[in-house]
């Protein structure tokens, strides 16, 4: 057995690249969840809405996105509280302030209409997913279990974008379980993810890490590969692809998936890690 081999049935791929780390800790992973489930709402929203702009603004200026929506939060009453909310929560999630993200993203939540399941659902998820970033995978579970009743609630109201919502809900459930050592219940929560958002690449990533950690490799293959058709540049699904084909013994197609990933980025971490599992390969 390689040592390369050795290496990643004790550990699996690197922390700081493992696709589904035990606790996603790292910034750049977060506000990529954070962009994906705001715009899963933001897109049945009018564009001139208020919330749409400012929420637009997050992704150009967080900061000034920030201190607007603070503004537009301390004259607001009722329910337009629960929009400034999230607006100031997403902000603060792009500016990597986690723990305020939560809090400002429950007081949205609670600010938001019993009867307005889909906006309730979504704000409760990004609050568990703030929860995530900041390492608390107990905490982030409790939240979205309460945002996926909503979710699931908010199926009835035929609203635009509930299966979005839902679906991100789940990849943050699985993330969540599998820091728990809940790893058959984070199974589930990706069969919910994937069918919920069948054309998300970050599903099926997930999906196949997981496969590939509990040894059923073939189906992490099948997986994987699905990944790639949905996502083909994706510095990760290139190195997971390379684990699945190193712990299967292809070890041509191994080196192929981690040369890859160099080639598109030879600076990137993500090169650094292929590098290495590359020299791990070849070594005697």
């Known amino acids: ?51 749409a702009q400012c929420l637009t603004r997050t992704r150009q200026d967080p900061g000034g996105a920030a201190s607007e929506a603070e503004a537009w939060l301390a004259a607001a009453s009722g329910g337009e ?26 007081l949205a939540r609670d600010a938001t209409p019993g009867a307005d399941h889909r906006a309730r659902a979504l704000r409760g998820g990004l609050a568990g997913g703030a929860l995530l970033a900041q390492g608390d995978p107990a905490g982030a579970l409790a939240l979205l279990d309460a945002a996926r009743v909503d979710a699931q609630a908010a199926g009835g109201e035929g609203a635009a974008g509930q299966d979005a919502i839902l679906g991100q809900i789940a990849i943050d459930r699985a993330i969540a379980l599998v820091a728990l050592d809940r790893v058959d219940e984070a199974g589930a929560a990706l069969d919910t993810a994937r069918a919920a958002l069948p054309e998300n690449a970050q599903a099926w ?13 073939d189906e992490a293959q099948a997986r994987i590969e699905r990944a790639a058709i949905l996502a083909p540049l994706d510095a990760a699904v290139g190195l997971e692809a390379g684990v699945i084909a190193a712990m299967s013994g292809r070890d041509d197609a191994a080196r192929k998936s981690w040369r890859s990933v160099i080639d598109a980025a030879p600076s990137s971490e993500a090169a650094a890690t292929a590098q290495t599992y590359l020299d791990q390969l070849d070594t005697p």
Do not use: K, W
């Open 205 to 217: 990533l997930l999906s196949a890490t997981l496969s590939r950690r509990i040894g059923n490799l």
């Open 1 to 51: 057995m390689t040592p390369l081999i050795v290496l990643l049935l004790q550990v699996g791929p690197m922390p700081t690249t493992e696709p589904i780390s035990p606790i996603p800790d790292e910034l750049y992973e977060q506000r990529e969840r954070t962009r994906a489930r705001q715009n899963a709402y933001v897109e049945v929203l009018p564009p001139t809405s208020r919330l």
């Open 81 to 106: 509280r629960g929009d400034a909310a999230q607006c100031l929560g997403v902000a603060q999630a792009q500016l990597g302030q986690q723990g305020e993200a939560a809090e400002t993203f429950l």
